[in-house]
């Protein structure tokens, strides 16, 4: 699994109990899956069509660094499958695991499309090319 993604978990990321608020962290997590969604399909027109259970393993607080971890783990024809593991960065501590995000390549008009995508690319291989 690649770590895309670091955070500094600051005061406006706190729910009332002091530790890191779920939504602010799914927001992170949605937002560079799609990131990692584009980059892998080549196209800027994917949404999200799935994400599985949520597994909230163990909290983060203020000051905390965690990193977002994604993998594809599935090409369909027209969607990619990424799992997600987010940790502490300095502990190593999980923090939250979605076995799967699903994200669909859509065309101009909002349509799934193929995307004719069968494995990872990483941005070394492209420049290469």
Known sequence: MNFHTRKWIK??????NGSLFG?????WIDEEAAIYAIIQLDNA????????EINFVSSA??????ELGLTATHFGTSSITLSCHVRN???????????????????ADGQPVPHGKSE?????DRLDS
């Open 11 to 16: 005061p406006e990321d706190l729910n009332p």
């Open 23 to 27: 939504g602010s962290l799914l927001r």
């Open 45 to 52: 027109n994917v949404v999200t069509k799935f994400i599985s």
């Open 61 to 66: 607080r203020q000051g905390d660094i965690i």
């Open 89 to 107: 960065k300095i502990t190593r501590k999980s923090i939250l695991t979605i076995d799967r995000m699903v994200f669909v390549n859509l065309d």
């Open 120 to 124: 990872i690319t990483y941005v070394k």
